[in-house]
């Protein structure tokens, strides 16, 4: 198992693609603090795990709030006397707009969540990491960040920064051993894409959209991101660090025919 004895914080990880990371991680033998908005859905993503043999944590958290985060880390503490690994998944994504029409309060919370979410968290979870001199920070930006849809500067501004990030605190941190890299998702089929999608038609959209965009002609899974995942928070990447990759099918290669 690449995780055994290892202790993870997935943030977002109640559902979609931090859900199926949580789980990958869970079979490699890592315990599991889900670190979420959603208390209902970390509930039954926990149970998952400890069926699996796992130990975990479902913690009510704000990514956006400094105080929610710091109580979140001091648990995990707790429970466990360290944290090896963190993902940072949580994110939010508005509708697409004309950057004339995007109401300022937008912007902040997305901002909030998708960036500063990621700046509290590593500063939360980075002096536990130097104790031991060792960690493996998972950073989950988008195929937005280098490869922009159009109308969502928002949420572009705010993967793109999470590029940034991973790039100055990879130097900042290589000498501890701690190794910080961002997975740059294609479109990948969660309840995320809930502001888009016409209800009922999931299936109809999502096949096309594979077809149409997608090199590899279908959107992917939270399993498809896991893997990629896995292989950065495990001692398979140990000297790998300040990197991205894409997991997109393809995607952002442009599809010609
Ligand atoms: N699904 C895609 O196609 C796609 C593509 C590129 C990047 N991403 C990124 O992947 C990440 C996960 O997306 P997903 O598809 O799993 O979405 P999702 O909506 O299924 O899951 C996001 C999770 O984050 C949690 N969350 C939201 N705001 C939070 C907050 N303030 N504090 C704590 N938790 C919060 C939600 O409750 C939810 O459990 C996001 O950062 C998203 O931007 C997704």
Same mark, same amino acid.
């Given at each position: 198992m690449l995780l055994k004895d290892r202790v993870a914080i997935i943030t977002g990880g109640a559902r979609?693609?931090?859900r199926g990371i949580a789980l990958k991680f869970a079979d490699?033998?890592? &315990?599991? #603090?889900?670190?979420?908005?959603?208390?209902?859905?970390?509930?039954?993503? =926990? %149970?998952?795990i400890l069926k699996k043999g796992r130990e975990g944590l479902a913690i009510q958290c704000d990514v956006a709030d400094s105080l929610n985060v710091h109580n979140m880390v001091d648990k995990v503490i707790s429970k466990f006397g360290k944290v090896d690994i963190l993902v940072n998944s949580a994110g939010i994504g508005p509708s697409?707009?004309?950057?004339?029409?995007?109401?300022?309060?937008e912007w902040d919370k997305v901002l909030a969540v998708n960036l500063k979410g990621v700046f509290l968290c590593c500063k939360a979870v980075v002096p536990h990491m130097k104790e031991k001199r060792y960690?493996?920070?998972?950073?989950?930006?988008?195929?937005?960040?280098?490869?922009?849809?159009?109308?969502l500067v928002h949420y572009t501004a &705010?993967? #793109?920064?999470?590029?940034?990030?991973?790039?100055?605190?990879?130097?900042? =941190? %290589?000498p501890f051993s701690?190794?910080?890299?961002?997975i740059l998702p294609g479109p990948i089929r969660t309840e995320f894409w809930g502001n888009v999608v016409p209800p009922g038609?999931?299936?109809?959209?999502?096949?096309?959209?594979?077809?149409?965009?997608?090199?590899?002609?279908?959107?992917?899974?939270?399993?498809?991101?896991a893997g990629a995942a896995l292989f950065l928070a495990s001692d398979l990447s140990v000297f790998v660090t300040g990197e991205y990759i894409n997991v997109g099918g393809g995607q952002p290669l442009h599809y010609q025919f």
């Open positions: 979609g693609i931090g490699e033998g890592c &315990s599991i #603090a889900i670190a979420d908005v959603r208390m209902a859905e970390s509930k039954k993503t =926990l %149970a998952k697409p707009n004309s950057i004339a029409d995007i109401p300022e309060d960690g493996k920070i998972v950073n989950i930006s988008s195929g937005a960040a280098i490869s922009p849809p159009a109308s &705010s993967k #793109a920064g999470v590029l940034g990030m991973t790039y100055d605190m990879a130097l900042e =941190l %290589a701690i190794t910080v890299n961002t038609k999931e299936d109809e959209f999502f096949t096309d959209f594979g077809k149409r965009l997608v090199p590899m002609q279908r959107v992917g899974t939270p399993e498809d991101i």
